[in-house]
């Protein structure tokens, strides 16, 4: 009995764990699937306005490696590492699709779907 319930349990959070894993590459809409990668227009197309939005510009460091002429001798090139500060704009969109399903947090960069990030249960009525 007790072993029956352990595998039981064990199951339930295998499936559990597999579910977060996918909802991290994306989310249904209409019986459709948006994923990592996809564009703003294309979510918003499949899923329609959201029910909340927010933009903000991040300033983010890159490091670009470049070959240039070394130090010691001109001649010869070396290869260097450059930083420098790029702008990244992220938004923030919030999608409630009802009391029956999880609120969904989804994050673009640069136009481009990022992650998805599940909530607590929509407050909405469902449609």
């Not at 990244?88 to 640069?110: A, L």
Request: hydrophobic share 35%.
């Amino acid at each position: 009995m007790l072993k029956a319930r352990l595998f039981a349990g064990l199951l339930t959070l295998g499936a559990l764990a597999a579910a977060g894993d996918a909802r991290a590459e994306g989310m249904s809409c209409k019986n459709r699937l948006v994923s990592t990668g996809d564009s703003v227009y294309k979510v918003r197309s499949l899923c329609g306005e959201p029910d909340a939005a927010q933009r903000r510009v991040e300033l983010r460091t890159v490091k670009h490696r470049v070959r240039q002429p070394c130090d010691h001798d001109k001649e010869v090139t070396c290869e260097h590492v450059i930083e420098r500060t790029v702008e990244v704009v992220v938004d923030e969109w919030t999608y409630d699709f009802g009391r029956n399903r999880f609120i969904r947090f989804v994050t673009f960069e640069q136009g481009a779907l990022k992650s998805v990030r599940a909530g607590s249960y929509g407050h909405k009525d469902p449609a």
